[in-house]
């Protein structure tokens, strides 16, 4: 039964074991593990617009505004990853990606793009 489970999910998500992605999706942001580092989602603005990681470090966005944010990265090293345009927030939820190669990370947030910019450089 544990054999056959593990075949399906092989099957079912084969890129997941091809390579490492510049960016990866963490599905669940309350459980991401390693370091974590914070941006809070406020005031129409992301707290902290600029920071810098290490490489293989997650970080995760929560909004606290009670209207829907998001983060939608441009360009650069996420340039053409299909989930590059992230989901809007509502207020407390949060969002995370694990940021796997170095390079600059040009952010905003789709519906606020004039206002909303942030960018995550990583080491
Ligand atoms: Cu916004």
């Not at 459980?31 to 293989?56: H, Q, R, S, Y």
């Not at 209207?67 to 407390?92: C, S, T, Y």
């Not at 990606?97 to 942030?118: E, W």
Request: hydrophobic share 45%.
């Amino acid at each position: 039964m544990r054999a056959l489970l593990l075949a399906a999910l092989c099957v079912a998500f084969p890129l997941a074991y091809a390579h490492a992605a510049a960016l990866e999706l963490v599905a669940d942001p309350a459980a991401a593990n390693g370091p974590v580092t914070e941006v809070d989602i406020k005031d129409m603005a992301f707290a902290t617009p600029e920071l810098t990681v290490k490489a293989g470090s997650t970080v995760r966005w929560k909004n606290l505004d009670p209207i829907a944010h998001n983060v939608h990265f441009r360009g650069g090293p996420a340039k053409g990853w299909d989930k590059a345009q992230g989901p809007m927030l509502n207020e407390n939820e949060s969002y995370a990606i694990k940021f796997n190669d170095p390079g600059t990370y040009n952010y905003i947030c789709t519906p606020h793009s004039m206002v909303m910019k942030g960018k995550v450089v990583v080491e």
